[in-house]
């Protein structure tokens, strides 16, 4: 069965319908005022990055004709124009909802004020800052005498400077400064006056102080706009194959920072002969490469916006829980080998993880570790623990995926520290990213070799775990760590593919296998049998599965998604899609777990997995489903699963219009998923069950 581009949502529109439910975040009075600052971060952040990856990706689909329009599904131009005209309804939207935050937050006594707001102590604490911390930093371009324009960096923020003398011959200076954000506060905190809290942004600070800047020139008025551009994060990867594949990637690192310009945004209040200098001087630009914008760009440096000791104003996040099996005095080998570990982050504390690998590094019954690398944390606890092991004597082995977006150059400095340490460090798969999250040890116990693994959703990374919501397996079962191992050798000779029995392994198994369980569903349904599949990821893409899920919706298989991003499926299609019901959890925590149930004829088949349902995750990247078999295991994930798709405060309906409507329900009692799933966990269900389940499932 075939799949028509009119049952099918493009991507791009999807994902910025995505973007639009961060945007309802930073709406939402129920948020936290800080919070919802923060959230408008998030999408500014988000929405920087679409411009860099995909809609730079458009722009050079459009060279490629026919085969271009096949494989979106519509002209490129035409999908550009779409972007464009969301891209300006959501910047209008954002703009007002920052208007309503600064009335908000006067309402609470914070005032970001600009330059022309300060008082006299303020305009001196101001100059101040600027003469010592600021200026020695800003080196201004005059723009009329420069040949060229000067090149601009991707997502930098710039002030445009008009220097004007008024007369019979009025005359204009233009002039260009980078506004210093890197490595530095884009807020200054002014002092406090009669419990009244200031913050002026940089950007002000230096529009205050514009006449310390220019003061050798002779002009009656002078004023500054803000702009930046947005460049194509493409690595153009060299093909010189007497370079190494980190020479490549550095160098390919290095060009992207000069990659062709996407978007110019630039301050809507800017002067239209100010605009049209610029975009004359700037080339190559056209019409549908600018976006006004605001005051300020560059939200995402919202997301550090200061608390200023206002803990009422922020989301109370509770202290990660310890698992009920892990005790820091017992070993956590002798715990995985008696039964398998489901960690459940950020309710449960990503320490555990950590401190296993400590625990491997120093025991000596440990011969070896081995692990995946996609994106570690800038002071990784994980690598200190890897580069430990190599200390004691460990044989150690890191796959890095060099090939990482935006984390490239974190990846090739971890790769050569632990290189330098000894361990041996593989670059990935050639034409495949490697995206799963193993480790496996080995320890000899009793004279045998025994291999306990991790087989993840989320990446090893002890700060994004504090806020992505993902899965963590620990087990000693064989039937799933003789299969880890054999990923492993495939990783170090890429001959070695292996056969799988239990993981589904992309690009090998995983979509066949999918495939085929959807299929059993379908089976089932037709037979008149009970027929059920409840899946959870962050994007739903792929056209065939989507194809094949529209089959069994029609056969009769009741379907239930949780998609917190991009949803390609078209629900509420009568015959076709009626039966799939369809949310997204946008709320404090970033939903990042993929959960597969599938009914089975009652015999329940439930996978975790590092995989989404798109063409890249189940062709072209090296990706791990996970079955769990532990009965205890499998009722925490289902009770998980339920408590999320009961949610009535964060849930929003995919529909075909994208509305982003929040979920309707009858249900009198409030239920938000991410808080109760933390009750979940700290009220003892969980426990309780695990002890009455202990001897059910335990492998001595």
């Known amino acids: 069965m075939g799949v028509k581009t009119a049952t099918l949502i493009n991507r791009d529109i999807s994902w910025l319908s995505f973007n639009d439910r961060v945007l309802q975040e930073a709406a939402d009075t129920a948020v936290p005022l800080i919070e919802r600052i923060k959230f408008l971060g998030i999408f500014s952040n988000n929405r920087d990055e679409f411009f860099r990856v995909r809609v730079a990706t458009i722009k050079r689909m459009t060279k490629a004709g026919k085969k271009a329009k096949e494989q979106l599904g519509q002209d490129p131009k035409d999908l550009l124009e779409k972007i464009q005209k969301i891209v300006i309804i959501q910047q209008n939207k954002s703009d007002k909802i920052y208007t309503q935050i600064l009335k908000d937050l006067e309402r609470n006594n914070i005032y970001i004020i600009n330059e022309k707001q300060l008082n006299t102590e303020h305009q001196n604490f101001v100059k101040a800052h600027f003469l010592d911390n600021v200026l020695p930093s800003l080196f201004p371009i005059m723009l009329d005498s420069a040949p060229d324009f000067p090149y601009l960096k991707d997502n930098t923020i710039y002030l445009l400077v008009r220097l004007t003398k008024f007369g019979k011959d009025k005359k204009s200076k233009h002039s260009l400064i980078e506004i210093p954000t890197t490595g530095a506060n884009r807020f200054l905190v002014l002092p406090s006056a009669k419990n009244k809290k200031y913050i002026i942004l940089i950007d002000d600070v230096i529009r205050f102080c514009l006449d310390d800047i220019y003061s050798i020139f002779d002009y009656d008025s002078i004023e500054a706009h803000t702009i930046k551009l947005t460049r194509d994060a493409e690595l153009d990867i060299d093909q010189d194959v007497s370079k190494s594949f980190v020479e490549k990637i550095s160098k390919s690192v290095k060009k992207r920072k000069r990659g062709q310009p996407v978007r110019l945004t630039y301050d809507c209040e800017i002067s239209k002969d100010m605009l049209t200098y610029l975009t004359k001087r700037l080339k190559p630009l056209n019409e549908e490469n600018l976006i006004p914008g605001g005051r300020y760009h560059n939200f995402k440096d919202f997301m550090n916006f200061p608390d200023l000791g206002r803990k009422d104003l922020k989301y109370t996040i509770p202290h990660p829980l310890s698992h ?71 044989q150690v082995t890191i796959v890095v995926e060099l090939q990482a977006r935006f984390d490239e150059e974190n990846n090739i400095y971890w790769a050569n520290k632990l290189q330098e340490e000894g361990a041996t460090v593989i670059f990935g798969v050639p034409h495949l990213k490697v995206h799963s999250k193993l480790f496996s040890i080995v320890r000899k116990e009793n004279n045998k070799k025994v291999v306990y693994a991790h087989v993840g959703t989320g990446n090893f990374n002890e700060d994004s775990a504090k806020i992505y919501s993902d899965f963590s397996l620990l087990t000693a079962d064989k039937r799933i760590t003789d299969e880890v191992e054999k990923l492993f050798e495939f990783y170090s000779d890429n001959l070695k593919v292996g056969t799988y029995k239990h993981l589904l392994v992309a690009p090998f198994t995983m979509r066949k296998k999918f495939m085929r369980m959807i299929q059993t569903e379908i089976d089932h349904a037709r037979e008149g049998k009970e027929a059920y599949i409840s899946i959870k990821l962050n994007s739903l893409v792929d056209a065939e599965i989507i194809s094949k899920l529209y089959e069994a919706n029609a056969a ?40 597969f149930i599938f009914c089975n004829g009652g015999d329940e088949k439930i996978y975790i997995s590092s995989a989404d349902w798109m063409n890249r995750n189940l062709d072209y990247r090296s990706e791990v489903a996970i079955p769990i078999y532990d009965k205890h295991i499998q009722t925490i994930i289902k009770s998980l699963m339920d408590i999320q798709w009961k949610d009535n405060t964060k849930a929003r309906t995919i529909d075909q219009k994208q509305t982003n409507v929040y979920k309707s329900s009858t249900q009198k009692t409030k239920i938000r998923a991410q808080d109760d799933i933390y009750l979940f966990f700290k009220n003892n269900f969980a426990i309780n069950l695990a002890k009455s389940l202990l001897v059910e499932t335990s492998r001595n």
């Open 324 to 394: 009920p099996f892990l005790d820091i005095h017992k070993s956590v080998f002798k715990t995985v080998r008696e039964k398998d570990i489901l960690l459940t982050f950020p309710y449960q504390s990503y320490q555990h993880i950590i401190d296993f690998l400590r625990e491997a590094s120093i025991d000596p019954k440990v011969e070896s570790i081995k692990i995946t690398l996609y994106r570690a944390a800038k002071n990784s606890n994980i690598i200190n623990a890897l580069i430990n092991a190599l200390k004691n004597g460990k």
């Open 556 to 595: 009769g298989v009741k379907m239930k998604i949780i998609v917190r991003g991009v949803c390609s499926l078209v629900t509420q299609i009568a015959g076709m899609s009626d039966k799939i019901e369809c949310i997204s959890i946008v709320d404090k925590y970033l939903e990042h777990a993929r959960v």
